[in-house]
């Protein structure tokens, strides 16, 4: 839940912790901003403060932040964690995503807007930054990338006919591109695929998709 999220910001740059702390205490969905320089920092006052929204920087004085992101999702089972960096070439990006990050953005972002996709990733939403390219974006759809709840519930075929209802295809097209019948597929999207999204049919499904932000992970 957004309200009331307790906000740690990881980077070893004081002056860029303290902008965005700045912004954030003014936002009515932030309860606490903690700080951390280091990786080791950073999953000590997580679990201390059982957080629940993470900016992670990637270089860090004492390793990788991606791979603390990793740690964390699994420490902490609800935390959202935007990965926010300077770099934006596609392996990075993936990488953060595989590693559990609901989003990615670059540190030039303007901070406005950087609070903007921050509110969003606390939501669940799946989050990428304008400056990620086209061309990865037709990848993450093919990447086994950690999605939120209920969507990290569904297999790779779900997904791909959820993808299919989002781009507004019908049985019959869905059929043919998974080599099934008509009546096979309707009976996965009735029996598993709404079921798990808590939904009864198409309209409510391709609704949770784009409140939820999940469109492109598709």
Not at 28 to 36: F, P, R, S
Request: charged share 30%; hydrophobic share 45%.
């Amino acid at each position: 839940m957004v309200q009331d999220s307790r906000v740690l910001i990881v980077d070893d740059h004081p002056t860029l912790r303290e902008g965005l702390r700045a912004w954030l205490v003014e936002q009515d969905w932030v309860a606490d901003v903690i700080e951390a320089a280091t990786v080791q920092e950073a999953l000590r006052e997580a679990t201390h403060h059982q957080v629940n929204v993470v900016v992670m920087d990637v270089a860090l004085p004492d390793g990788d932040g991606i791979e603390a992101v990793a740690k964390l999702v699994q420490r902490l089972r609800d935390v959202k964690v935007l990965v926010l960096t300077y770099n934006g070439d596609d392996e990075q990006v993936h990488r953060a995503l595989k590693a559990g990050a609901h989003g990615y953005a670059r540190k030039d972002t303007k901070t406005k807007d950087l609070v903007a996709i921050l509110r969003a990733v606390a939501c669940g939403s799946f989050v990428l930054g304008p400056e990620v390219s086209t061309a990865f974006l037709g990848n993450v759809r093919r990447a086994r990338v950690r999605l939120p709840e209920p969507f990290d519930k569904l297999t790779e075929r779900e997904r791909e006919m959820l993808g299919a209802l989002v781009r507004n295809e019908s049985v019959e097209e869905i059929a043919r591109h998974l080599g099934l019948s008509g009546k096979t597929i309707r009976n996965l999207l009735s029996n598993d695929l709404y079921r798990k999204l808590g939904v009864e049919n198409k309209f409510q499904a391709v609704r949770l998709v784009r409140d939820r932000g999940v469109e492109k992970a598709l």
